[in-house]
């Protein structure tokens, strides 16, 4: 369930916002009120994810490029600003991902994530910066608990994570003084996405992925959009250069998930004989 925010009349574009944890994000803001434009590789789910959002209410437009290509997203957010001008909030969120053993992964497969990650998340950023409202305009960086806690077959992953919430860090220095807040959102373990099918791909490794979380259970999207439209509030004016994991105490939790799971998984005492 979404919180209450009021967003009415904001535009908002979100990178990445025609599935999953991105497409969450936008749900919430375009039931908030705002305006929300999407981009993403597959026009079909751009086509889609437009309808939905206009079944909310809000006057939304799609672009369907590969934020690898720097001037197809210069050429999309220059479309973007000509039909409705300046951007309040920008989500960057397109990343690819996939579970590989360093020693099995080839270099492009590397390259493909840190490209679609890192260099992405670099020609959004920057591209997007001559049209960002001045002051008040919000940038949030979707990054991942990989960025800071080294987990096997995301050796990828990891780099290209810790590279985003670098370049959200020194952005939030460079851009402050525009008065442009720029930070990152680190989701835990969320339910009906993609990544969790990915990485947690049966039933037993997803039981015991939700016991690893110390709140019990998978995130839902509309909490990963709740922390944006926090950020991007005036509730979060003054709140730029964090990365704020939003996991239910997962990483919290750390090297000691898998303990932790197995502790809670014994019956509770009172520590005593």
């Known amino acids: 369930m979404s919180a209450s925010f009021d967003f009415s009349g904001r535009r908002v574009l979100v990178f990445g916002g025609t599935s999953g944890i991105n497409l969450g994000i936008a749900r919430c803001f375009a039931s908030a009120g705002a305006n ?43 479309m973007h600003a000509t039909d409705g001008g300046e951007i309040d909030v920008l989500v960057s969120g397109a990343a690819g991902n996939f579970p590989a053993f360093a020693t099995g992964m080839s270099a492009n497969a590397f390259k493909s994530v840190v490209d679609i990650d890192l260099m992405g998340s670099f020609h959004v950023l920057q591209s997007a910066f001559p049209y960002l409202k001045k002051p008040g305009a919000s940038v949030i960086n979707i990054s991942a608990p990989q960025a800071f806690l080294a987990m096997p077959m995301q050796s990828h992953v990891c780099a290209a994570k810790a590279g985003v919430d670098m370049l959200t860090k020194t952005l939030a220095l460079e851009w402050g003084a525009d008065g442009i807040r720029v930070n990152s959102i680190a989701p835990g373990p969320i339910a009906d996405t993609e990544g969790m099918r990915r990485l947690a791909p049966t039933e037993k490794i997803l039981e015991l992925t939700k016991r690893s979380v110390p709140l019990q259970r998978l995130g839902l999207t509309s909490e990963i959009g709740n922390a944006a439209m926090f950020l991007s509030s005036e509730a979060g004016a003054y709140i730029s250069g964090v990365v704020l994991p939003v996991d239910g105490g997962w990483s919290v939790a750390g090297a000691s998930a898998a303990a932790l799971a197995m502790s809670q998984a014994q019956p509770r005492t009172n520590g005593s004989d």
Not at 36 to 60: F, I, P, Y
């Open 36 to 78: 929300v434009s999407v981009a993403s590789r597959s026009q079909e789910k751009v086509d889609a994810a437009v309808a939905e959002l206009s079944g909310l209410g809000s006057e939304s437009m799609g672009f369907a490029l590969d934020v690898r290509d720097l001037d197809a997203v210069k050429a999309a957010l220059e």
